[in-house]
């Protein structure tokens, strides 16, 4: 049984690529499979993800031509088999019990969409650092699971940033909201992450720092 399908669209990360990979591919849950979608990289990104494909099993190398990481993670999701789906950035690093404790809570809490929190890494000092959390503490306190109508809207952009790679999803709720990555350039998670939001019925928050996200990086997507 495949518990988690990570989902990483590639694009030109050759210089983060390989601490990506190696943070997901030593993730305490072994019942994992790990699709990559090279958008049409132009450096080594292919390649090095073939490697590592060499030497696990639970990886899938696709590829495509440049149509943004939308497209890509789309290109992804129609090959997934697990029970939730995690879509991972590649210029970003993860802790190694992440999809483990993110899993368990979803099987806990029966939950459309769990949520953690995250560190970030500044690329220009090197140092680490937390985002405040202060609304979050306000809104989630006492709060174990609540649907996305509570939010009543507006909510939904106040407890969340509308990226993905912080949450894990039920695939089955996925498919059946029917919701997939528009093919913007960039800031093409937020469409689908708040839509999914907005539907679902039980979504639960840890306050666990589980993911390190790249910040100041000239060359991320966001930029």
Known sequence: MIKVSVILPVYNEEQYLRQCMDSICAQTLKEIEIICVDDGSTDNSLQILQDYAKQDSRIKVLTQRNQYAGVARNHGMKYAQGKYLSFFDSDDYFEADMLEKMYLRAEKAEADIVICR??????????????????????????????????????????????????LFRREFVQKCGYVFPDFR???DGFFVYMLMARAERISYMEDVLAVHRVNNARSLSN
């Open 118 to 167: 995250y560190a970030e890494h500044c690329e220009e000092s090197g140092e680490l650092s937390l985002p405040g959390w202060a609304f979050e503490d306000l809104f989630f306190k006492r709060k174990d699971v609540f649907s996305g109508s509570l939010l009543y809207c507006a909510g939904i952009f106040q407890i969340t940033k509308g990226w993905a790679w912080d949450k």
């Open 186 to 188: 960039s800031s093409e």
